[in-house]
């Protein structure tokens, strides 16, 4: 692949100039893109620690000019966030696992060539890819099954999702068949199969597959606000954040806002404000994925040619 | 690979390909002679024989099949309250039918119309900007020659791609602020304006907001799948292309962009079934009173009417009028592509 991808430049030494400006152009380019990309990160972190009240003068770039980590503080110390935090990493991880687990399962059912249900269950699942019912059918029928205010609404309604049952499938199709065969000639069954022989050969893949769930529980606020706004306890934290953003938006420079009663709720009342708070909970929220994602970059690649290839 | 498998794929293939009875035969062998297993080996099994012998296959897929049923062919049904007045406190079978009453009221509301174009505009731009966009990163990524620097570029390009809507609204909504915004106070120092803009208090630049920041958050991770078709073009073309004069310009013009071209054709139809998901997160997010004549669309219309105000009938009404559309738009620029030639998508 690498060396596919190289060598046109095995001509590179024949430069004209034309080319040195395009490639030099090139260069400028790609560097302010990248600054475009990560200044509004940069200077969000340098508004987090920097002294709120200072902050308010503005001017702040990518440093802060009076370093402090009162904003952190503060905002840990609340409980509702310490709370939504905690619900965050929670259904992060168990949704992830759950939902991994199942979706490998369903892949390798239909990736069992002898399987005489293996049609049928591709369609069924196939099809939901092209419709749904809508908002309201399943906020109906969220509340009829009485999963209004409980965890479960992070976890069950979204347990499978088809894109990453594809990419599983197609990976194990890929699978040498001996293993597969030779397990079964041993005797195991075809649980045991998919659990000790099937889940470990597909590691690269589950990690993939991973990433994408992970990365959208952690990420989701919609099922909050529609199925649990008002249980508290099970607030996450993009919610959270989420709330500070629409009363700051709706109210622009009101100072009558949700974060700013959050600031004047504690008795060290200038010590935050809301566009401090707005910043620390922006980090807060970003900073699990940033430091993740560019680990798993060759895993998410590769999923998304396979799944984009297949699917 | 091949060390660990000492059949070649080949074989592999075939032995795939065999019918189950005959792969079940060492088995079957086994069993007999052992005794557990006394049915004659016939020619044909019968469906439920095979589906019998395969239990734990169907007993692994029963409980998906079921949450499938539940949790996505149910909700169908709710369509039916399109065709009704549909009232909470009534029970099911009690409401009344009004036929098409709501879906003629969508068509001849303003509202909606408004709601409608808002929704069209900005899947377009979407569309365009997302496309244009990615095919020109991803061909400037690969006229890179420094491979590392590529890299470098490439995870950073992912970034926006991974953090939430809500985090991308709040950073945007910053930047755009008229109280010290980055772009405000760019534009300033350009001379190009004299006083800051409350870039998200007119609802004229709301259009333009929302695309430009699709792109940004979207455009690393768009080029992925261009970059990696660019991986499947044969080297021979550019050599043969370059012993032939052609110029780096000719090159990616005649060689590279022909190359995208499947890709291309699969992600357009793709888009075009989506063309009335214009996204619901962003506008949901960076709308606001001011704008909400060019922000509001289709599915801010949907949860509106249906969760905020409680009228579920026209709520599902405009909800079932989408995926309807979607679905027709879908098979229509598949069977288009089928009808050109070109790759498509089923």
Redesign the interface.
């Known amino acids: 692949m690498a060396k596919t991808s190289d060598s046109p430049r095995a001509h590179a030494r024949f430069k004209s100039p034309a080319d040195r400006i395009f490639d030099t152009l090139n260069i400028v380019f790609m560097i302010c893109l990248m600054v475009v990309t990560l200044y509004p990160f940069l200077n969000t972190l340098a508004v987090s620690f920097n002294n709120a009240t200072d902050s308010v003068k503005g001017g702040i770039y990518l440093w802060p000019r009076d370093f402090t980590w009162e904003n952190y503080k503060y905002v840990f110390n609340e409980a509702t966030i310490f709370q939504a935090t905690f619900i965050s990493v929670l259904r992060t991880v168990i949704g992830t696992i759950t939902s991994v687990f199942c979706c490998a399962m369903v892949a390798y059912t239909i990736s069992r060539p002898e399987y005489v249900l293996r049609k049928f269950v591709s369609i069924a699942f196939i099809l939901t890819m092209y419709f749904s019912g809508g908002l309201i059918p399943n906020f109906l029928l969220i509340r009829e099954l009485g999963m209004l205010g409980t965890f479960s609404v992070y976890i069950i309604p979204g347990l499978i999702g088809v894109f990453n049952v594809i990419v599983i499938r197609s990976f194990i199709e890929g699978l040498p068949e001996g293993i597969l065969e030779s397990a079964r000639i041993d005797g195991a069954g075809e649980f045991t199969t998919f659990m000790r022989i099937v889940l470990p050969l597909c590691v690269p893949v589950l990690a993939t597959v991973s990433l994408f769930t992970a990365v959208s529980q952690w990420n989701s606020w919609f099922d909050v606000f529609l199925y649990n706004s008002s249980y508290t306890e099970l607030s996450t934290l993009q919610y959270e954040l989420m709330k500070i953003l629409q009363n700051s938006n709706s109210s622009m420079n009101s100072g009558n806002d949700y974060a700013s009663q959050f600031a004047s709720s504690e008795s060290g009342a200038n010590q935050v404000t809301p566009t401090s708070i707005r910043a620390t909970m922006t980090i807060v929220a970003s900073v699990p994925i940033i430091l993740v994602y560019p680990f798993l970059q060759k895993y998410f690649v590769q999923g998304m040619t396979l799944g984009g290839v297949k699917g | 690979?091949d060390k660990?498998?000492?059949?070649g794929p080949a074989e592999?293939k075939a032995?795939?390909?065999m019918p189950?009875e005959s792969?079940?035969f060492?088995?079957k062998q086994r069993k007999n002679d052992t005794g557990l297993n006394t049915r004659p080996p016939s020619g044909e099994k019968s469906?439920f024989q095979?589906?019998l012998q395969?239990k734990?296959?169907?007993f692994?897929?029963i409980p998906?099949?079921l949450?499938?049923f539940?949790?996505?062919?149910?909700?169908?049904?709710?369509?039916t309250?399109a065709f009704q007045d549909f009232k909470p406190a009534k029970k099911i079978f009690d409401q009344e039918w009004v036929g098409l009453k709501h879906f003629t009221f969508l068509f001849q509301d303003e509202h909606f119309l408004r709601v409608m174009r808002n929704t069209l505009a900005m899947s377009f731009i979407n569309l365009v900007l997302g496309f244009v966009t990615a095919i020109v990163?991803a061909i400037?990524?690969?006229?890179?020659?420094n491979?590392m620097?590529k890299r470098?570029?490439?995870?950073?390009?992912?970034?926006?791609h991974?953090?939430?809507?809500?985090?991308a609204?709040?950073?945007?909504?910053?930047?755009l602020s008229s109280?010290?915004g980055?772009i405000n106070e760019l534009l300033l120092w350009l001379g190009l304006i004299k006083e800051p803009i409350l870039w998200?208090?007119e609802g004229e630049y709301f259009w333009g907001i929302l695309g430009v920041s699709e792109v940004?958050k979207n455009v690393?991770w768009n080029t992925?799948?261009y970059l990696?078709a660019?991986?499947m073009?044969d080297?021979s073309q550019?050599?043969a292309a370059?012993i032939d004069g052609a110029?780096?310009f000719q090159?990616i013009w005649n060689i590279t962009l022909p190359g995208l071209k499947p890709?291309f054709i699969?992600l357009l139809i793709m888009n075009i079934?989506n063309l009335l998901e214009s996204g619901?997160?962003p506008q949901y997010?960076?709308g606001?009173?001011m704008n909400v004549d060019y922000s509001e669309n289709l599915?801010i219309f949907?949860?509106k009417y249906?969760?905020q105000m409680g009228n579920?009938s026209l709520?599902?009404a405009a909800?079932?009028f989408?995926?309807v559309v979607?679905?027709i738009l879908?098979f229509t620029a598949n069977h288009i592509a089928k009808r050109l030639g070109e790759e498509r998508l089923f």
């Open positions: 690979m660990a498998n000492p059949i592999t032995l795939r390909e189950a792969k079940g060492f088995n469906f095979k589906l395969q734990a296959l169907v692994m897929s998906f099949l949450w499938l539940i949790f996505k062919y149910l909700p169908l049904w709710g369509w309250i990163l400037l990524l690969n006229e890179l020659r491979l620097f470098v570029v490439q995870t950073i390009s992912y970034l926006p991974f953090i939430s809507w809500v985090v609204a709040s950073i945007i909504s910053t930047a109280d010290g980055i998200l208090g940004w690393g992925i799948i990696a660019m991986t073009i080297p550019y050599e370059e110029g780096r090159r890709v699969i079934g619901f997160e997010l960076l606001n009173g599915d949907v949860l249906g969760i579920f709520s599902i909800g079932m989408k995926t979607s679905f879908l």
